[in-house]
C-alpha cells in the first residue's frame, strides 16, 4: 500500500500534471473518510468544521480520528478555561458570579485531565493485548469529562448570574460539550 503509493508519486513526478491529479484522488478519499466518520456523530457540522482539515493527517485511519478529535477537545476546553478564567478576574462581577465561576474553572480543569486521560488510553490502543478494555476506559474518561462540562453549565442555570456572563460561558462550555460528544461518539465506533 505505502511502497504503491510511492511508486505512484514517482512516477507522476515524472509528468507534472499526473502528480496533482493523483494528489487529489488522495485527498478525495481522505476527506470523504473524515465526512463519511461525522456524518453519523450528533453534532456533524461541529464534527466537520472541527476534523476535516486534519483529513490527510488521519487518512482513513479511524484510531487517528479519534486522536485528533480528543486533541481538538483538549484545545476546546483550554480555550474555555481561558474564557472563564478571564472572566472572573474582571472586577464588574459580584461574589456569588466570582464563585461560580471559581467552580467552573474546576470543572473544565477536570474535564482536561479526563480528556488527556482518554489520549493515553487511547495511545496504548494499538500494542494493547485487552482492546475492549482500554477502549472502555477511554469511553469512561470522555463520558466523566462530557459530565464536568454540564456541572460548569448547571451553575450558570442560576437567576443571579448576569446575562452578559451567562451568554459568554454558555457559548463557549456548549461548543466544548459539542466537541467532547463527537470525540465519545467516534470512540464508541471503533471496532477492534
Ligand atoms: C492552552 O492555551 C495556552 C495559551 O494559548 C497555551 O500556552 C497552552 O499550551 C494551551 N494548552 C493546551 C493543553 O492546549
Ligand atoms: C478578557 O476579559 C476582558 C474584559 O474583562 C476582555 O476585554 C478581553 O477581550 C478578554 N480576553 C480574552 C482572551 O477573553
Redesign the pocket.
Known amino acids: 500500500m505505502e511502497l504503491k503509493f510511492l511508486m505512484i508519486l514517482f512516477l507522476a513526478t515524472l509528468l507534472l500534471a499526473p502528480v496533482s491529479s493523483a494528489s487529489v484522488a488522495q485527498q478525495n478519499t481522505y476527506s470523504t473518510f473524515v465526512k463519511t466518520s461525522c456524518s453519523s456523530v450528533t453534532y456533524s457540522a461541529v464534527c466537520l468544521k472541527t476534523l476535516l482539515p486534519y483529513a490527510s493527517a488521519v487518512k482513513t485511519n479511524p484510531l487517528k480520528l479519534v486522536n485528533v478529535a480528543l486533541y481538538t477537545t483538549?484545545?476546546s476546553a483550554?480555550?474555555t478555561?481561558?474564557t472563564v478564567t478571564n472572566l472572573s478576574k474582571s472586577k464588574q462581577i459580584t461574589k456569588w458570579e466570582s464563585a461560580i465561576l471559581k467552580d467552573c474553572i474546576g470543572h473544565i480543569k477536570d474535564s482536561?485531565d479526563e480528556i488527556k486521560d482518554s489520549i493515553k488510553a487511547i495511545s496504548r490502543l494499538p500494542k494493547s493485548a485487552d482492546k475492549h478494555f482500554v477502549i472502555s476506559n477511554a469511553q469512561t474518561w470522555t463520558s466523566a469529562a462530557i459530565t464536568n462540562e454540564n456541572s460548569c453549565l448547571d451553575g450558570f442555570a442560576d437567576g443571579k448570574i448576569s446575562s452578559t456572563i451567562k451568554k459568554k460561558i454558555k457559548n463557549s462550555v456548549v461548543s466544548l460539550a459539542r466537541v467532547s460528544s463527537n470525540a465519545l461518539y467516534l470512540i464508541n465506533n471503533l471496532t477492534v
Request: no cysteine.
Open positions: 483538549l484545545r483550554n480555550a478555561l481561558i482536561m
